[in-house]
């Protein structure tokens, strides 16, 4: 009897996991299905024609077959190279204005006191504002004939400022526009950090004679440390993947000087029809963004 | 009973055999419609059209420039294309033609030389067949703020040469009036500069000769050189390079700058898009001739300008090439020519051009030695965005001659 039943355990077991794994397909099916449709076939839809020279109508043509070569035009490219190093920028100054800035004001406005609040959420209204309204908005602020910046400029006895006509500081406008749009968000991201963290720390930290920036240094900072990271990672993110403010404000001029990644791919691959090529950037930037998303969450998130 | 119920459903049958019957032809039409005028009479063709022809229904659907040339590709392979839609001719055709999206209606050709001249019907010829018609011409032309000439002291005659322009420029710059305006943010406005410099340096097959020979052909080098010498004179306004085409041609309605090269849609678009809304008055507004004097192998008189007509897409139905001979036939078109919409090809349509402007546009054209498609549509969207790009970097002094050459060879190969 006990070998019977010995005998039949494996049976049972491997029942037992067969059922298992159809339940798992069952309900991973219909994700599965979703994802594959709108995720990894897009993907395998643009790497396979970023090889092509391919004009987006009908299919390849095998005799416009380029190997690599709309990869290796790209790095030849002098707009394209520009449009790299404008997106590193944009990054750069994310991560070293926009997100000390929501930290900074975070701080002043997590605390329930008098307009808190109110603040919270004037700091966050750019961010519900539509990034085209808002690009929209500044090309008129930044206009050097009638905009704000140069009637200010006039009230003090300046001239006119085409701040957007310069090929070298349009791509600033666009990162003091993009800093004004997003840091309330990740401010808000920080005042949720922060307001979740045990208020009784802080009464320790006072009791122990900690003064406010020691309070903010060794109570705050480490209290939101996981809320920081994933901050970091949406602006990264979102850096490499810039575009719907560059379109109204300067559409990549003056002179091609303040394209994006992305703006550049919709200019120079769609716009131009030259669809193969503007998926190679498309290939390109999908391996950054999967570079820098698995490294950040090995590296950085891995205890989150 | 069981009679009564076989003939209501013979009835019923009957009826949706007859509603079948009656089901009309669609014809539906993608069009660029961004002026309320122009679409109102586009509108009150196609109604005429449709009361006309019982079992035929002709539909539009307008969209704005650039958001009907980014949806159109993915339309076209779409199963349910438009039957009808705007084209610029040129490489635009060429592409569509060559994927297999455009229909053959070489059979019409002769019912459509009876309203349009052959011009109109070899616009849209490619590859040994007929695929569309034009129904729409225009020119690129100086349009100039006489009052602000008078002012720099400048004549009219003073323009006539391009050294004379270019000391006119120089002229008027000293005054403290911007001398041309231009946008140089939507880029095609500073294509037409280099495109009548190459005319007139290098002859009416210019284009041609560019595309089979290579741009690095002398006669590119000089007027990419031309190009450069004027922009050298600093002749644009200060935000010439982030304006947008509405705003430059507003700015020039607004009596901002002297001179604006830029095509009869002008005529209008000055005025609307100005401060006041009414424009530079039509007595102090002229019209006058691209500057000859260079080496002129075009004879001095080659004109820029566009065409704008309809492709018909593969499997269009022949309804669809029997409402386009009467959309382009004198009787539709001349509402366009009484609303001053634009010139219409149509044969006869002159007489009901009463606008002094545009029958002046329409003489000149006629009096062309060679009236060349703007450089962007000739090219193709891929060589024509690098040739606007071009265009700029040569005006703001940002490439040199053989650069540019180099860069539009790039993109004509990589096309």
Excluded at chain 1, 89 to 98: D, F, G, M, T, W
Excluded at chain 1, 135 to 158: A, E, H, K, P, Y
Excluded at chain 2, 260 to 275: E, H, K, M
Excluded at chain 2, 356 to 362: A, R
Aim: net charge negative.
């Amino acid at each position: 009897m006990m070998a019977v039943a010995a005998q039949s355990l494996p049976y049972i077991s491997s029942r037992r996991g067969l059922r298992g794994w159809k339940t798992a397909a069952i309900f991973t099916a219909p994700a599965l299905i979703l994802f594959t449709l709108f995720i990894v076939w897009p993907v395998i839809e643009a790497g396979s024609t970023s090889v092509y020279n391919w004009n987006g109508l009908g299919a390849p043509r095998a005799e416009k077959f380029l190997g690599l070569g709309n990869f290796q035009q790209l790095l030849g490219n002098k707009t394209f190279v520009r449009a790299l190093g404008n997106t590193g920028l944009i990054l750069a100054s994310s991560l070293l204005i926009q997100l000390p800035l929501a930290l900074g004001i975070a701080q002043l406005v997590a605390r329930r006191r008098w307009g808190s609040v109110a603040f919270r959420l004037i700091f966050f209204m750019p961010f519900i504002l539509a990034d085209v309204a808002a690009g929209l908005i500044f090309r008129f602020v930044f206009d050097g004939d009638v905009g704000l910046v140069t009637q200010l400029s006039m009230l003090f006895g300046g001239g006119e400022i085409h701040l957007l006509s310069d090929k070298n500081l349009a791509i600033t406008t666009i990162l003091f526009v993009a800093t004004w749009k997003y840091f309330g968000f990740h401010m808000m991201l920080y005042v949720a950090g922060m307001q979740a963290i045990d208020r009784s720390l802080y009464e320790a930290a006072s009791i122990d004679g900690a003064n406010a920036w020691q309070q903010f240094w060794h109570v705050t900072l480490p209290g939101i440390a996981s809320t920081i990271r994933l901050s970091v990672f949406f602006a990264i993110l979102g850096c490499l993947q810039f575009f719907d403010l560059v379109v109204p404000l300067t559409g990549g001029g003056p002179l091609n000087s303040s394209h994006t990644i992305v703006s550049f791919l919709y200019y120079f691959g769609i716009a131009r029809m030259r669809v193969g090529y503007g998926n190679a950037v498309g290939v390109t930037l999908f391996i950054l963004c999967v570079i820098v998303a698995l490294g950040y969450r090995r590296w950085i998130m891995r205890n989150d | 009973m069981k009679l009564k119920l076989l003939g209501a459903v013979a009835l019923a049958t009957g009826m949706l055999a007859t509603g079948a019957l009656a089901q009309d032809v669609e014809v539906r039409m993608l069009h660029i419609g961004d002026t309320p005028a122009w679409n109102d009479t586009m509108q009150s063709i196609i109604d005429d059209y449709n009361a006309s022809h019982p079992g035929v229904h002709v539909t539009r659907e307008p969209m704005e420039n650039e958001a009907l040339r980014t949806k159109l590709p993915t339309l076209l392979q779409s199963n349910d294309p438009p039957d009808i839609i705007t084209s610029f001719g040129g490489g635009d055709i060429e592409a569509q033609d060559e994927a297999g999206f455009l229909e053959d209606i070489s059979w019409a050709k002769d019912q459509l030389l009876e309203v349009v001249p052959q011009s109109s019907v070899g616009a849209f010829e490619v590859h040994g067949k007929l695929v569309g018609v034009a129904t729409d011409l225009s020119l690129v032309n100086l349009y100039v703020n006489k009052p602000l000439l008078d002012q720099a002291g400048v004549t009219l005659d003073d323009l006539s040469t391009w050294d004379g322009f270019l000391a006119a420029v120089q002229k008027i710059k000293d005054a403290g009036i911007t001398p041309i305006l231009t946008s140089g943010h939507d880029k095609w406005p500073v294509q037409h500069w280099l495109l009548y410099l190459m005319m007139r340096e290098g002859g009416a097959d210019i284009m041609n000769r560019v595309r089979s020979e290579g741009f690095a052909i002398p006669d590119f080098i000089k007027a990419a050189n031309d190009l450069i010498e004027l922009g050298q004179h600093g002749p644009f306004q200060d935000s010439w390079l982030s304006d947008d085409w509405l705003t430059s041609i507003g700015e020039f309605g607004d009596g901002d700058g002297a001179i604006y090269l830029a095509g009869n849609w002008s005529i209008v678009q000055q005025a609307d898009n100005a401060a006041d809304g009414v424009g530079i008055a039509p007595d102090d507004l002229v019209l006058i001739p691209f500057p000859s004097g260079l080496a002129d192998k075009d004879g001095g008189t080659g004109t820029v300008g566009g065409i704008t007509g309809w492709a018909v897409t593969k499997g269009a139905p022949k309804e669809a090439v029997d409402f386009l001979t009467y959309y382009a036939s004198v009787d539709s078109q001349k509402r366009f020519a009484e609303a001053n919409l634009g010139i219409p090809s149509a044969i006869g349509v002159e007489q009901y051009i009463s606008e002094p402007k545009l029958q002046w546009v329409v003489e000149t054209i006629g009096k062309a030695s060679v009236h060349q498609l703007f450089a962007d549509r000739f090219l193709g969207p891929s060589a024509g965005g690098a040739y606007n790009d071009v265009a700029v970097a040569l005006a703001a002094g940002e490439m040199t001659a053989e650069e540019a050459a180099a860069a539009l060879q790039d993109a004509w190969d990589n096309r």
